[in-house]
């Protein structure tokens, strides 16, 4: 909530779910579906999407955040008990949004 808040009075803009065709998502890596921990997939349902959000300004996104760890992909460690993506799909949206920012 801190970050959401912080970043909109920065910024003037909310963060908005990143659509599945957006090229975040084939910046690199082709990613449409996901995995989540086992605490995400307890608490939403059928999460097999990507949940990025973002921020577009000036017709280019300029802030791409997740709700969800993705800290799990650099460390390649499972870490059951967090929300999270599983290191697998977690390391392939870090290299997508890397790819990302560098290319457009």
């Known amino acids: 909530a801190a970050f959401r808040r912080e970043v909109s009075k920065v910024l003037g803009e909310d963060l908005a779910p990143l659509a599945l065709d957006h ?3 084939r910046s690199l890596h082709v990613i449409q ?10 608490t939403f349902k059928d999460p097999r999407a990507p949940l990025l959000e ?14 969800f760890g993705l800290g799990c992909g650099w460390e390649n ?3 059951p008990f967090t929300k ?3 290191p697998d799909d977690a390391l392939k949206i870090v290299t997508n949004v890397l790819a990302y920012f560098m290319t457009y």
């Open 54 to 67: 973002g921020i577009e300004t000036d017709g280019s996104t300029r802030v791409v955040y997740s709700r």
């Open 33 to 42: 579906e996901v995995r989540y921990t086992p605490l995400v997939n307890s």
């Open 84 to 86: 999270a993506y599983l």
């Open 77 to 79: 460690e499972d870490h």
């Open 23 to 25: 090229p975040v998502y």
